[in-house]
């Protein structure tokens, strides 16, 4: 039996009942997550004013939640014995602002924590022990370790997972150490009851939708919200609603936030567009799967029968401004260099922010390739709309305290 796409008794997933009331709908209404970076000095050492200072811009940035301890945090903070700093800084940065902010008279919003798990069957279950003993709201679950893990694997890893924290699948692409996965195991994943959240992110159009199509398949499809992680694609993975023909009826689907290396940086201009996108949706797209509803609805008849178009100009628009946030993309995450220089790239942007020091990564190996900053100066240059330099600039003093 397929998804119904029908909402809970709440008018939320049923699944978000894992999850603190404010932080459920937001994750379920879609939100900005950016992929937290890490801050190092020039020994690579952990700076610590500087990885605050980062916290401190998410949360100013108005987005709706963190992800630490990712493929942006570096992996090798495992090995380095930064995990536990890392995540520690994170969580106790975001205490202290929320309740700085409620002191002010200012109601307290939503901020969902996620902290990173990977690696095999014991190693996961103890990352995500740790975020728990640490207040976070859920895990994204990385990589087992090789590409060529078997899925079956793969699902009893995250079913232990999930009786320590909810869960975020994700689907991390090949070029920086993911694996294929069939549209069985996103079903079969789907249908754990602690996932309530998925972060589609294979780079690929092809397997973005078989993905989705496997957990629309499952029974508690509609209780797991989707999120773009494809840095090349997020515009148009934000903006197109997927009608899918599961068994004898339609289902509608709807990307609704993102959880992204991308929105490490720019986040408040990140913040703009995403809002602009779901108004978009909420006005134009009919029924309850925009950003005021839940994930997903089910269509009651075909794709053609199901509402109105949206403005064209404002489809335009934003269809404009996802090519040029790919170019961006492209420059910042250095796809000519088959994405080598991924993270000294948000390191740069950072650098020249003020956020960070430079662009160390753990391994200094793990630098910007030839050519990469003429790439980032080029797009700096021809798409200040998609920067927040002039935000930054305006708070930076106050972040670095």
Known sequence: MGSTGLPGPTGLP?????????????????????????????????????????TRYYLAAGAGGVAVGVHTTQFA??????????LELARDTIDET???????????????????????????????????????????LGPAGGPESDEADLLLRAKAVGEVLPIVGFYLQEAVGGQRLSRRFWRELAELPSVVAAKIAPFDRYRT???????????????????????????????TPLHLNVGQRFVRR???GGLLGQW????????????QIHHVIRTHVPGPAGPSGPAASAASGSPAESGDVPAAGDLVAL?????????????????AGDFAGCIAGVHEILRRQGLLAGTWCLDPDETLSPGQVAEIDR?????????DDAFVREHLDDWLR
């Not at 700096?380 to 709309?385: K, R």
Request: with cysteine; glycine share 8%.
């Open 98 to 140: 929320l309740a700085a902010t409620s002191a002010a008279g200012v109601q307290r919003r939503p901020f969902l924590r996620i902290a990173g798990a990977c690696g095999e069957l014991r190693q996961a279950i103890a990352e995500a022990e740790l975020a728990a003993s640490l207040g976070y709201h859920a895990v994204l």
């Open 14 to 54: 049923a699944s978000t009942g894992l999850l603190p009331a404010a932080e459920a709908r937001s994750l379920a209404e879609g939100c900005v997550i950016p992929a937290h970076p890490l801050a190092l000095t020039p020994q690579r050492r952990l700076d610590e004013r500087r990885q605050r200072a980062l």
């Open 319 to 335: 269809m404009e401004q996802g090519a040029q946030l790919t170019d961006a993309n492209a420059a910042i995450f250095d796809a």
């Open 254 to 256: 709807q990307i609704v």
């Open 379 to 387: 797009v700096c240059v021809a798409y200040p709309h998609l920067t």
């Open 209 to 239: 939708l078989e993905a989705i199509r496997g957990i629309s398949e499952s029974d508690r499809g509609s209780d797991v919200a989707l999120y773009t992680g494809n840095d090349d694609a997020i515009v148009a993975d934000l903006l």
């Open 264 to 275: 490490a940086v720019w986040t408040h201009s990140a913040v703009r567009m995403l809002d």
């Open 77 to 86: 903070i495992r090995g380095a014995g930064l995990l536990r700093p890392v």
